[in-house]
């Protein structure tokens, strides 16, 4: 058995920036829509309170040393983090990470993934308005070119990772690129001319019809999250009973962590270029209200039989692609974190370093 690779999705959004005090007024950040989350109904998990990191600002060296090294100490293998690249040289929230870069600290492997998507004032708030803050635009192969070279550094970085001695980079959604195909082509063409083997470039994909569609497009893999599937069961009752409770009651749409976890495993996909993407949980309603979905009865044991299954069914597989990418590290908007909270502690994280160390 190969001992697994698990990356966990990072979020930068825990500082203020100019965009955001612009659009959503001074010192916003994610902790502002956390703080404020309330419950939809009974037993609704809201809202969720940071245990050990706290409040954290993400400019302080001392916080993402921390993350780091509790990451590291429960078997994680590096962070993914959302890097944002709106086209013509915009980057937002890229602070972070560029000071990880720049000074060598953490330690801590870590691999880039280009969340390619207009940010609109729906994503952040409960209001039914969807006004473009930031478009995402894709303005020819010169801002290709542009965007490659504005992440070489990064590359080249002895901490990224690597599959088969290539850089991973994650493409959150593919068919938004007016030609994917040729901007793979460009940038390994670029990679190739600039000392690298090539770049392992992974396709996010959130409906698993698209999976072969992504690889015909010449992305080397795919990760699978299925978070949406469940919600699109094909009960006409259980669907029913979903937009009632969100149209009458104004309750989110819910569905158990147990019935998400059976059809991960049921959709497990053991192809050598296909990863599993899970999450420890799933609740954006400090972002979008009764609009939400949520993922109820997440649970560390619930979570550990989930990941469990997992490690059991891709143990198979060569041990450069057995991974497993899990969403997220921090994303408390939307409920999916495996930093510690108030009331499971470090729950989640010892079952990862528990069944890591069984399994290895």
Known sequence: MTEARVIAFYLPQFYP?????????????????????????????????????????????????????MAREHGIEGFCYWHYWFGNGIRLLDRPFNEVLASGKPDFPFCLGWANHSWKAKTWTASKEDKVLIEQKYPGIKDYSDHFFSVLPAFKDKRYIRINNMPLFIIWDPMDLPDAS????????????????????????????NIEKYLELGFNSVTFDSIAE???????????????????????????????????????????????????????????????????????????????????????????????????????????????????????????????????
């Open 17 to 69: 920036i100019p965009e955001n005090d612009k659009w959503w007024g001074k010192g916003f950040t994610e902790w502002t829509n956390v703080g404020k989350a309330k419950p939809f109904f009974m037993g609704h998990y809201q809202p969720r309170v940071p245990a050990d990191l706290g409040y954290y600002d993400l400019r302080l060296t001392e916080v993402r040393e921390a993350q780091a090294q």
């Open 182 to 209: 040729a901007f793979i082509k460009h940038w390994n063409d670029l990679a190739k001319s600039n000392g690298l083997d090539g770049i392992h470039f992974i396709a996010y994909c959130v409906a698993k019809a």
């Open 230 to 360: 469940p919600f699109k069961n094909s009960n006409v009752l259980f669907r029913l009973n979903l937009w009632a409770r969100r149209k009458f009651l104004a309750i989110p749409k819910s569905v158990n962590y147990k019935l998400y976890s059976r059809y991960v495993i049921k959709n497990t996909n053991v192809t050598e270029n296909v990863f599993p993407c899970i999450l420890p949980n799933f609740d954006h309603s400090p972002r979008s209200g009764k609009r939400a979905l949520v993922l109820t009865n997440s649970t560390p044991e619930n979570f550990g039989k989930l990941f469990e299954s997992l490690l059991i069914n891709i143990r198979s597989k060569n041990s450069e692609n057995n991974i497993i990418f899990i969403k997220a590290w921090n994303e408390w908007g939307e409920g999916n974190y495996l930093e510690p909270d108030l009331k499971y502690g470090k729950g989640y994280l010892m079952k990862i370093k528990e069944l890591l160390e069984r399994y290895s």
